[in-house]
């Protein structure tokens, strides 16, 4: 038995279970996760059987029974989902580009691989450096050292290009130990994006290129690595790649936002291990901008990795399906992609899913805001653990939380943290007696755990 760093006071038990009921519920254990309410720790047994597959833990597993109960249920799949209806859309725009010399769609749509990855796929085959400040354990769901909850899509893309496709959607739930607001969850959705271009594809088969194309090269020696291209490429490639990139993300977003006039969006520079040059994609909504997408030439150590040579190049985007949704159907809390409540899914009971509706909120709830300030000892807390256990123990009703407050104190060797937390539940309101009770967990555990002294 591990027993890990993780504490669990004894009342959380309850909001794990998703209950209103205040009997803690002693026979939830699916995942064979213990709690020991005296001594306060969690010990995960030497295996994990996750979707009727075992998985050995170590030091280095930190998924929740919380996070855990969600893998499987696949929202982007739920027949009228606001998810599912999206993802129908983003096929439909995708299947509608069709490939003269194949006789076929371009592009494979793939939405049903498992959400367990290897570190491997994560991380190694899309080139992201050993030392990545995303590889770590307090941005990721590792159920061992060698096996984590997908942090993206971009984990598949080698397998897939490697099955021999070269041009697909990829879409699945993906996890991370994220900041906590309206736009950030720690589960939420992605679709990935590739199309691969060799010679033909890229000079002849382009409506962008006019005239005499013998001469043009995806390839040559001695071109170097800058902000324009990486090292190997020809500028007039890469340019050609990002031309199609670029115009295919601003259609897809003309069908989905059909006044897409009167919505502003830009491109940013952006930078990621597996692609360059990258940029992403931002809408301005009520005077604010908006990341929907993260996109780019793909590395071509990545094609290497693939199994490809100097023959083809190619672009990727990684979009998030909350975030489209939200804006779509104006969505205003990415928690209510989760609720069961008739009111909510009511909403999108329709079949045609290019059918545009706005969503109306069933009713607004109070929001209930506590503050937790804390002497901690000579090391701080890690906000992003803080986050998770705050999500871990508090679940869906709590909306919002921020390290509002922090300092060190000189004499005492001492540091201070403040947190403060904003509870509401998207679909009721909630009792104070419930809220304290929350509250209380959390401070019990932070005493237990990090030797707090609660202010
Ligand atoms: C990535 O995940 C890259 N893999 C995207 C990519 C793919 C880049 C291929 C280049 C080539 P990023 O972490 O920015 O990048 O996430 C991509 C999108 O997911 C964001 O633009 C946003 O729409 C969405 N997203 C990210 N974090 C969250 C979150 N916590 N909650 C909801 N949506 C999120
Ligand atoms: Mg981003």
């Known amino acids: 038995m591990i027993i890990l760093k993780h504490l669990l006071p004894r009342s959380s038990i309850r909001y794990l279970l998703r209950t209103n009921s205040t009997k803690p519920q002693k026979k939830f254990n699916p995942f064979n996760i213990e709690y020991d309410p005296i001594k306060q720790t969690v010990t995960y047994p030497p295996e994990l059987v996750i979707n009727n597959q075992?998985?050995?833990?170590?030091?280095?597993?930190?998924?929740?029974?919380?996070?855990?109960s969600r893998i499987g249920q696949n929202l982007h799949k739920q027949k009228h989902h606001p998810?599912?209806?999206?993802?129908?859309?983003?096929?439909?725009?995708?299947y509608q580009q069709y490939d003269p010399?194949?006789?076929?769609?371009?592009?494979?749509?793939?939405?049903?691989?498992?959400?367990?990855?290897?570190?491997?796929?994560?991380?190694?085959?899309?080139?992201?450096?050993?030392?990545?400040?995303?590889r770590t354990k307090s941005m990721n769901y590792y159920i061992n050292a060698n096996t984590l909850l997908r942090a993206h899509t971009s984990a598949h893309q080698v397998d897939l290009i490697r099955s021999g496709l070269d041009a697909f959607l990829c879409i699945g739930d993906v996890y991370r130990r994220d900041s906590i607001d309206p736009t950030h969850y720690p589960i939420f959705h992605q679709c990935e994006g590739v199309q691969l271009f060799n010679k033909e594809q890229l000079f002849v088969d382009n409506k962008n290129v006019r005239g005499e194309t013998k001469d043009l090269q995806i390839f040559a020696a001695n071109e170097h690595r800058d902000a324009t291209k990486q090292e190997g490429h020809t500028l007039e490639a890469v340019k050609l790649v990002?031309?199609?990139?670029k115009q295919t993300i601003t259609d897809l977003f003309k069908t989905l936002f059909p006044d897409a006039s009167t919505l502003n969006s830009r491109w940013v520079d952006a930078t990621f291990p597996f692609t360059h040059p990258s940029w992403e994609y931002e809408v301005e909504i009520d005077g604010k901008w908006y990341e929907l997408l993260g996109c780019g030439i793909m590395e071509h150590h990545v094609l290497?990795?693939?199994?490809?040579?100097?023959?083809?190049?190619?672009?990727?985007?990684?979009?998030?399906?909350?975030?489209?949704?939200?804006?779509?159907?104006?969505?205003?809390?990415?928690?209510?992609?989760?609720?069961?409540?008739?009111?909510?899914?009511?909403?999108f009971a329709f079949d045609d899913s290019t059918r545009s509706v706005r969503y109306k909120p069933i009713s607004i709830y109070p929001q209930c805001?506590?503050?937790?300030?804390?002497?901690?000892?000579?090391?701080?807390?890690?906000?992003?653990?803080?986050?998770?256990?705050?999500r871990t123990i508090g679940g869906d009703l709590v909306e919002q939380v921020m390290l509002t407050d922090e300092f060190y104190?000189?004499?005492?060797?001492?540091?201070?943290?403040?947190?403060r937390i904003i509870y509401r539940s998207p679909d009721r309101t909630l009792t104070k007696n419930e809220i304290n009770m929350i509250h209380k967990d959390i401070e019990r555990y932070c005493i237990a755990q990090f030797g707090a002294e609660i202010r």
């Open 101 to 134: 010399r194949k006789l076929s769609p371009k592009f494979s749509i793939i939405d049903n691989l498992s959400p367990i990855v290897t570190v491997e796929q994560n991380f190694d085959s899309i080139c992201i450096p050993k030392d990545h400040v995303s």
């Open 409 to 419: 104190h000189k004499k005492k060797d001492r540091h201070s943290q403040t947190y």
């Open 54 to 68: 075992n998985y050995s833990t170590d030091s280095w597993t930190n998924v929740t029974p919380h996070i855990l």
């Open 83 to 94: 998810l599912c209806h999206l993802s129908s859309r983003l096929r439909q725009y995708f």
């Open 304 to 347: 290497e990795n693939s199994g490809l040579g100097r023959d083809h190049i190619g672009w990727a985007f990684g979009l998030g399906l909350e975030r489209i949704a939200m804006i779509m159907y104006g969505i205003p809390d990415i928690r209510l992609f989760w609720s069961n409540d008739s009111g909510f899914l009511s909403q």
């Open 369 to 390: 805001i506590n503050d937790l300030s804390m002497w901690l000892g000579k090391a701080k807390i890690d906000p992003l653990d803080f986050y998770d256990l705050v």
């Open 242 to 245: 990002e031309a199609s990139l």
